[in-house]
């Protein structure tokens, strides 16, 4: 019995760890422009611009980013994530696992992200990809973020595998300043104003991961293709949302191809309050997620 009570003891006391680790997570929301000319850049990462829309809740974190990089050099299998890409983190200690590509290039992606214990985020990305000649490809990333300048600037160490090699880079970003808003019942969600009328309030504005928001969300069907080839994992959809709460737009910007049309054509059905800004209708731009399993 005093043995049942000590595992218990110190069961209790690793999960009140863990949750004090999630729940001090830094918050990283917000637009961030890379500065080249502090960044310690390899040769090899060819970047002339960069910048990241993050977007932040209790349960995960968004990376939008898009990348410019320097002529030349377009024909390397190995330089993946030009232009514009969004990865999703799950903050909840949970690693998660999706379908990527198609094809010959078809692959597996993994991803897992962790708070240190002084308070700076630890993201692991990981893509196996089938080669042309039978074999796999390997991709490893290892991310550490940290918050600088009272959160002005972002610090990202980054450490990558290839199998051209390893390289290590670190990349400084100053965040933007946007006017930034908050939904109202999630504070970790941010919404910046991207134009404006001539009183001065924004017409429209960006609201992140809006699965939460909606006031009615229906699931997509999981296309009969898809699943004979056991397509699976998440699917981002960029939607926007008029002064009324309908969708006008909804637009795959990842995802497993099978999967595409069957959430752009479950996004354009789903429903969201007017949004007031000042007591002002505004429309506004986000990412519906939806995750297929198979």
């Not at 009570?5 to 729940?23: E, G, P, W």
């Not at 997570?25 to 961030?32: H, K, L, R």
């Not at 829309?53 to 898009?66: G, Y």
Request: net charge positive; aromatic share 4%.
């Amino acid at each position: 019995m005093k043995k049942i009570t000590v595992l218990t003891a110190m069961f209790c006391l690793c999960l009140q760890a863990v949750v004090a680790v999630f729940a001090a997570t830094p918050n990283f929301a917000g637009n961030w422009e890379l500065d080249v000319s502090k960044s310690k850049l390899p040769d090899a990462m060819q970047i002339e611009s960069m910048t990241l829309t993050v977007v932040q809740t209790e349960k995960e974190l968004s990376i939008q980013s898009a990348t410019k990089r320097a002529r030349g050099g377009m024909g390397n299998p190995m330089r993946r994530g030009d232009g514009n890409q969004t990865v999703i983190y799950s903050l909840e200690g949970k690693e998660t696992n999706a379908e990527i590509g198609n094809g010959a290039m078809a692959g597996k992606e993994t991803r897992r992200a962790s708070v240190t214990s002084d308070g700076k985020l630890s993201l692991t990305l990981m893509r196996s990809f089938n080669s042309e000649n039978g074999g796999t490809i390997t991709l490893k990333t290892n991310e550490t973020w940290e918050l600088m300048d009272e959160g002005k600037t972002l610090k990202v160490i980054r450490y990558m595998e290839t199998p051209r090699g390893a390289t290590n880079a670190e990349l400084y970003f100053t965040k933007k300043s946007s006017g930034g808003l908050t939904i109202e019942g999630d504070s970790n969600t941010t919404m910046s104003p991207t134009a404006t009328n001539t009183g001065g309030t924004p017409k429209k504005i960006s609201g992140g991961v809006l699965n939460g928001k909606a006031s009615s969300l229906p699931a997509p069907e999981y296309p009969a293709a898809a699943r004979a080839v056991k397509a699976s994992g998440a699917v981002n959809i960029q939607v926007t949302i008029n002064e009324q709460g309908d969708i006008v737009s909804a637009t795959a910007v990842s995802g497993h191809p099978l999967l595409r049309q069957a959430a752009e054509e479950a996004a354009r059905k789903a429903k969201f309050a007017p949004t007031l800004l000042q007591g002002v209708p505004v429309s506004v731009t986000g990412v519906l997620v939806y995750n297929f399993v198979p």
